[in-house]
């Protein structure tokens, strides 16, 4: 694979996502293109490689999101490290075991992300923030397979 390709890639997952993705929204959820796109890069690149890549998804996530700005790229940044150290002692080889690892890396994303806006003094009513985190979380799991297939080679 070619090195500008998952930029591409990450690229329009981020447009997608700013855009078009928001009129399929379900239950006012979508899924997290961006940190999917982090978590399969994690798996499937060395870990140069892979950073570069979850901090350019962090840095267009910050950018599109109404967030504390650079939480994102610190996240993405902290979560590729975290799956590459994982990948070493856990075989995270087929869609079940990606879908399962997606599916926690954004409910604790979230959290972290809820809290820091906390912090700042917004609140949200705890059972809107518990459906959307884990109702982003799940509908992030079912999609993961497609962006693994929109970023890796194989057939």
Sequence with gaps: MRKLTPFLI???FAIFQATILNYLKIFYVLPD??????????LLF???????????????????????????TILFLLWCLFIKNLSKKLAIENRLS??????????????INRLVIF?????IPAGIVLRVIFLESLFSACVSPLVYWGICDEK
């Design 10 to 12: 990450i690229s329009i």
């Design 98 to 111: 990606r879908a399962l690892l997606v599916f926690v890396i954004v409910i604790f994303n979230d959290v």
């Design 119 to 123: 912090h700042t003094g917004e609140t």
């Design 46 to 72: 060395e870990l140069r490689l892979a950073l570069v890549l979850s901090a350019f998804a962090g840095i267009l996530k910050d950018i599109f999101s109404i967030k504390p700005f650079a939480i994102n």
């Design 33 to 42: 293109l961006l940190l999917i796109s982090m978590v399969m890069v994690s």
